[in-house]
RNA sequence: GCGCCCGUAGCUCAGCUGGAUAGAGCACGAGACUUCUAAUCUUGAGGCCACAGGUUCGACUCCUGUCGGGCGCACCA
């Protein structure tokens, strides 16, 4: 158990006694105590605030409260001091053994530091890329790719069972354009001379050895044929082909996905029609006609009656039809049922989309929490927009033309781990920068170098002992004082870090607590310039090297495991 | 016109899902170092958390309104 954890149990247990000793009620809520260090340092070690939160459901005063949970808590071993401030805080001040112990911890646990429990027996569905099956990764799909995997990485070190899943929109109008597209480069493929690509079709040459491929298999039977001879056939073949596409580029990113749903297999085995009479019997779906869309003025609008879905009953404004008129299922229909699916499954569900959809959030949310009778959990997390830039300049793209930068040239310019860490360095909801030249810089401004060169400085280090002929066994771990102590302070909070990250699906807390804890470890390091009895490596004192290497080398432990939630693999050293 | 996201130091951004005196980097001021424990270090200044109300022991955080920026607004995906 983790130094945080052992906290709030002792804090637990306090309380318990306290209600045995008839000072509190019983039953109180107490999922709104918690144990954290104090932002002020000089505050101690540990601060609850227990005492203000249960005072007045306990129908008492926040400080008379706190005196008797100090009394108890103020009784434990590691426990040097409990301390009232404030408006009722307890500040706690604990042993250095305290810390020494959650050292051993870190050690011990090593690569299991900072997993939980949390998410046990909770079955999560992730839904992240959801590219259209029409072209290669490009940089756009990029960070929805990195958050959504890193995340899902989260969830299952915060013990959740995680299902990847990506959805195959091979069902709508695009993937029509994508077969008429590899039929043009079929004919291409047996000689005629197609020239331009015709406006509106997907002019990338990707397409070219899937109409090789075609012309292969084919011949030249579908040459002059009447569209609705290949169309379906073409389409087939052309999605399964940028389907393999897709996997590769993801793999680039070392990213797996454990299924892929085929909208069109959906749609094909009935599933909207099965959600659409669910939602029909507790009259969600009605026929109706929509009102004429306000602010802005639509040419051919006339009114229509469609099957609408009753997402204003949601919170949404305006209910969705779930079916076009002509008889198909818009992608709204689609989704919904999809979602239906995705919750048999799974417990919670998240969905990863650019926030170019925003727009379409609440009605997803209103179709999940009427189809699931609002018991689960759904979280849809929008990923802004990156501006990739080259020494501050904009990139230029024209997806017109077909000139987009993919994913797998960044990947190969700058690296899988560069770009998963940067793209993790920024909130998802918040506009971020992709410097080429930026990304890879050997500065401290760079968060990906930083984080990189504290772990390749703490092999370095290991080695050096080493050549120097440092053996260690056993380790005295007293022979660290209070500013060695003062990171283990900040490493012992990786496992509460992990486990807020993963509650509020927010991966970038975990890179910015690695840039913290190897600025932490930095400036320890750096104590030595000056000082070189602060060195790690003390060439004529074994016992405190060896206790310094322990110390860096559960630092390293945590980078490596932080970074491992992330995808990011640790340099053993830079360059 | 409506909805969603956002507004924190000059700039780029954190802020642990309501806690104590709001943090970091860059840039700026001052000092140190000339070094392979290299790809700097120490330190200073810098704030009406867009604005105005509300909720409560306590608000950058939650609610309402205003201002400002981005995105999206019939049967497209």
Not at 400 to 413: H, K, P, Q, Y
Not at 441 to 464: C, L, M
Not at 469 to 495: H, N, T
Request: glycine content about 8%; hydrophobic content about 45%; some cysteine.
């Amino acid at each position: 158990m983790t130094l945080y954890a052992r906290f709030a149990a002792h804090i637990d247990a306090v309380l318990d006694s306290l209600v045995a000793a008839g000072d509190l009620p019983e039953g109180l809520e107490r999922r709104n105590v918690t144990v954290e260090p104090p932002r002020d340092p000089s505050h101690g070690d540990l601060s609850t605030n227990a005492a203000m939160v249960l005072a007045k459901p306990a129908g008492t005063n926040p400080r008379a409260l706190a005196e008797k949970i100090a009394a108890g808590l103020g009784a434990i071993d590691e426990v040097v001091s409990a301390e009232i401030a404030g408006p009722g805080f307890i500040n706690l001040r604990l042993a250095e053994s305290a810390w020494r112990g959650e050292l051993q911890a870190i050690a011990d646990a090593a690569g299991d530091y900072g997993r939980s429990d949390q998410g046990r027996g909770i079955t999560v569905n992730i839904e992240y890329v959801s590219a259209n099956p029409t072209g290669p990764m490009h940089m756009g799909h990029c960070r929805g790719a990195v958050v959504g995997d890193a995340l899902a990485s989260l969830l299952e070190y915060a013990g959740n069972t995680v299902i990847r899943e990506y959805y195959v929109n091979d069902a709508g109008g695009q993937v029509d354009v994508l077969g008429r597209s590899a039929h043009v480069r079929y004919r291409e493929a047996l000689g005629e001379a197609v020239g331009e690509i015709p406006e509106g079709l997907y002019p990338g040459d990707y397409l070219v050895p899937v109409g090789q491929a075609l012309a292969q298999e084919f011949g030249d039977t579908y040459v002059a044929a009447p569209e609705g001879e290949w169309l379906a056939l073409f389409r087939t073949r052309a999605v399964a082909a940028m389907i393999v596409m897709i996997k590769d580029d993801l793999a680039l990113l070392g990213i797996h996905h454990d299924l892929f749903s085929s909208e069109a297999e959906l749609q094909a085995a009935g599933k909207p029609e099965a959600a659409e009479a669910e939602l029909r019997s507790r009259d969600l779906v009605y026929d109706g006609v929509l009102e004429r869309p306000k602010g802005q003025t639509v040419e051919d609008w006339e009114p229509v009656e469609l099957p609408l879905f009753r997402s204003t009953q949601f919170g949404d404004d305006q209910d969705r039809p779930i079916r076009k008129s002509d008889g198909h299922w818009t992608y709204f229909g689609a989704d919904l049922a999809y979602h239906y699916q995705k919750a048999q499954n799974a417990d919670e569900l998240i969905d990863i989309w650019g926030a170019d959809h925003a727009g379409t959030v609440k009605r997803i949310q209103a179709a999940v929490a009427a189809l699931t009778h609002g018991k689960t959990r759904f979280d849809v997390k929008l990923v802004q927009m990156v501006r990739l830039l080259r020494d501050g300049e904009p990139v230029k793209m024209s997806k017109r033309s077909g000139n987009f930068v993919t994913l797998a040239d960044v990947v190969e310019e700058v690296g899988k781990d560069v770009v998963r860490f940067t793209m993790l360095t920024r909130k998802a909801d918040a506009q971020m920068d992709f410097d080429f030249a930026k990304v890879v810089e050997a500065s401290k401004d760079n968060p990906v170098f930083y984080v990189q060169y504290a772990h390749a400085r703490i092999r370095s280090v290991n080695r050096k002992a080493a050549e120097a002929g440092i053996v260690c066994g056993a380790v005295d771990l007293s022979l660290l004082d209070a500013e060695d102590l003062a990171v283990v302070k900040l490493a012992a909070q990786f496992p509460r870090i992990v486990e807020a990250a993963a509650l509020s699906r927010e991966p970038h807390r975990v890179a910015f607590y690695l840039g913290d804890l190897a600025a932490a470890f930095h400036a320890l390091w750096n104590l030595g310039n000056d000082r070189p009895e602060r060195r790690f490596l003390l060439a004529n004192d074994a016992p405190t090297t060896c206790a310094r290497l322990f110390l860096a080398n559960a630092i390293g432990q945590i980078i490596v495991n932080g970074l491992a939630i992330m995808g990011v693999a640790a340099v053993e050293e830079m360059q």
